[in-house]
Protein backbone atom coordinates (compact mmCIF):
# COMPACT_ATOMS: atom_id res chain seq x y z
CA UNK A 1 0.00 0.00 0.00
CA UNK A 2 1.27 3.50 -1.32
CA UNK A 3 0.56 5.89 1.48
CA UNK A 4 1.68 8.51 3.46
CA UNK A 5 -0.19 10.21 6.18
CA UNK A 6 0.32 13.18 7.57
CA UNK A 7 1.40 14.75 10.65
CA UNK A 8 -0.63 13.10 13.53
CA UNK A 9 -2.74 10.91 10.74
CA UNK A 10 -2.96 7.26 10.41
CA UNK A 11 -4.03 4.73 8.35
CA UNK A 12 -5.90 1.74 10.10
CA UNK A 13 -7.59 -1.25 8.42
CA UNK A 14 -10.58 -2.28 10.31
CA UNK A 15 -11.05 -5.67 11.64
CA UNK A 16 -14.25 -6.67 10.93
CA UNK A 17 -16.83 -7.70 13.51
CA UNK A 18 -17.52 -11.44 14.24
CA UNK A 19 -20.08 -12.99 11.93
CA UNK A 20 -21.65 -14.98 14.67
CA UNK A 21 -23.08 -14.63 18.17
CA UNK A 22 -21.95 -16.55 21.27
CA UNK A 23 -24.66 -18.66 20.64
CA UNK A 24 -24.11 -19.78 17.30
CA UNK A 25 -26.61 -17.13 15.76
CA UNK A 26 -25.68 -15.70 12.47
CA UNK A 27 -25.16 -11.73 12.21
CA UNK A 28 -26.80 -10.19 8.79
CA UNK A 29 -24.11 -6.77 7.76
CA UNK A 30 -26.89 -4.51 9.12
CA UNK A 31 -27.02 -6.17 12.34
CA UNK A 32 -23.32 -5.89 12.90
CA UNK A 33 -21.51 -2.98 14.48
CA UNK A 34 -19.73 -0.90 13.51
CA UNK A 35 -15.82 -1.96 13.82
CA UNK A 36 -13.72 -0.14 16.52
CA UNK A 37 -10.48 -2.66 16.24
CA UNK A 38 -8.14 -2.12 13.35
CA UNK A 39 -4.49 -2.88 12.34
CA UNK A 40 -2.12 0.35 11.51
CA UNK A 41 -0.96 0.27 8.09
CA UNK A 42 1.23 3.71 8.14
CA UNK A 43 1.39 6.27 10.43
CA UNK A 44 2.17 9.90 10.23
CA UNK A 45 5.59 11.82 11.16
CA UNK A 46 3.89 13.44 14.39
CA UNK A 47 1.91 16.44 15.47
CA UNK A 48 4.09 20.33 15.75
CA UNK A 49 3.53 22.20 19.08
CA UNK A 50 3.14 25.90 18.79
CA UNK A 51 7.47 26.28 19.60
CA UNK A 52 7.77 24.04 16.28
CA UNK A 53 9.22 20.80 18.38
CA UNK A 54 7.77 17.58 16.88
CA UNK A 55 6.02 15.13 18.98
CA UNK A 56 6.40 11.48 17.92
CA UNK A 57 3.46 9.27 17.70
CA UNK A 58 2.92 6.43 20.26
CA UNK A 59 1.73 4.28 17.49
CA UNK A 60 3.53 1.88 14.79
CA UNK A 61 3.11 0.33 11.57
CA UNK A 62 1.57 -3.19 12.88
CA UNK A 63 -0.02 -1.89 15.96
CA UNK A 64 -3.25 -3.12 16.96
CA UNK A 65 -5.73 -0.55 18.72
CA UNK A 66 -8.85 0.26 19.53
CA UNK A 67 -10.26 3.40 17.71
CA UNK A 68 -13.54 5.92 17.99
CA UNK A 69 -17.02 4.22 16.87
CA UNK A 70 -17.31 7.29 14.33
CA UNK A 71 -13.66 8.59 13.77
CA UNK A 72 -11.93 8.90 10.61
CA UNK A 73 -12.71 8.97 7.29
CA UNK A 74 -13.73 5.59 5.27
CA UNK A 75 -11.60 5.27 2.45
CA UNK A 76 -10.68 2.64 -0.26
CA UNK A 77 -7.12 1.70 -1.39
CA UNK A 78 -6.52 -0.67 -3.79
CA UNK A 79 -9.71 -2.21 -3.25
CA UNK A 80 -9.37 -2.31 0.28
CA UNK A 81 -11.46 -0.28 3.08
CA UNK A 82 -9.22 1.37 5.51
CA UNK A 83 -9.49 4.25 7.86
CA UNK A 84 -7.32 7.47 8.08
CA UNK A 85 -7.86 8.93 11.57
CA UNK A 86 -6.10 11.16 14.01
CA UNK A 87 -3.76 10.20 17.02
CA UNK A 88 -6.41 11.63 19.31
CA UNK A 89 -9.22 9.34 17.81
CA UNK A 90 -6.95 6.09 19.06
CA UNK A 91 -8.24 5.00 22.70
CA UNK A 92 -5.53 2.00 23.85
CA UNK A 93 -2.73 -0.07 21.68
CA UNK A 94 -4.00 -3.56 21.84
Not at 59 to 74: H, N, P, Q, R
Given at each position: ????????????????A????????????????????G????????????????????????????????????????????????????????
Amino acid sequence: MKIKPLGDKLVVKPISAEEKTAGGIVLPDTAKEKPQKGEVLAVGSGRILDNGARVPMEVKEGDKVLYSKYGGTEIKIDDEDVLILNERDVHAIL
